[in-house]
């Protein structure tokens, strides 16, 4: 007898949910480019038919697994900035770091097969423009972030704030797949990766750390206004 997957087990929860919880399940073991709609719609329970009255697109879907099952770091930055004092700029940064470790940790298994698959990857991408969401979202949450910093003085004026959340995220990123090759092929531990990344990028940031450097925070070389993930 086949097994059935968990959504398909529960079918009391409601159509929505076992459509996402689905898609999840078949992104992470699929890859975004080979879990279809229809296998996703098999898995929940339901028709084609009835996961497009809940979902425009399989990107609309794929943006809502990414907002609705992994861990979050839109929320935490919208509270940063808003109120960038609450605690140290080194604790700050080292939840963060370690947010964004978790979100590309669970996200990238799920996105990779995309850049197998030229066309497809070209059309996911223009799908993610008219929703206005895309990778870079999380780079210029960051940098909003750290402007506010700056703004209140904790961060050093002559900062590239999207530059300093372009380093941030790029080495939490790479802890998601750098590491497989490696003896351990494990990545370092979240508990000593976040704070040591933190405080590193602080090192460069805070004020009275460095001398001599020139710029300014919000750099020509950002592209566009930072804006809420």
Do not use: W
Request: charged share 20%; hydrophobic share 40%; net charge neutral.
């Amino acid at each position: 007898m086949q097994q059935k997957s968990a959504t398909e087990a529960a079918p009391s929860k409601p159509a929505r949910i076992r459509i996402l919880d689905a898609a999840h399940e078949l992104m992470l073991t699929l890859g975004l480019s080979r879990a279809t709609t229809k296998e996703i719609a098999r898995a929940a329970g339901c028709s084609e038919a009835a996961l497009y009255k809940y979902f425009a697109s399989k990107e609309e879907l794929f943006i809502r697994v990414l907002h609705e099952r992994l861990p979050q770091l839109g929320p935490l930055l919208e509270r940063l900035t808003a109120e960038p004092r609450e605690h140290s700029l080194e604790e700050n940064l080292t939840e963060i770091a370690r947010q964004a470790a978790l979100f590309y940790e669970q996200s990238f298994p799920i996105a990779a097969s995309l850049y197998a698959e030229t066309q497809l990857k070209r059309r996911h991408d223009d799908a993610m423009r008219a929703m206005g969401a895309g990778p870079h979202m999380p780079i210029r949450g960051v940098a909003a972030y750290l402007l506010a910093e700056q703004r209140a003085g904790r961060v050093q004026p002559d900062t590239d704030t999207y530059a300093a959340a372009s380093l941030l995220l790029g080495a939490c990123a790479q802890r998601a797949f750098a590491y497989d090759a490696t003896q351990e092929g494990t990545p370092p531990p979240l508990d000593s990766f976040a704070p040591a990344l933190a405080r590193t990028l602080l090192a460069g940031i805070a004020p009275g750390n460095r001398a001599g450097s020139t710029g300014s925070g919000d750099t020509t070389g950002s592209p566009g206004a930072p804006d809420t993930l």
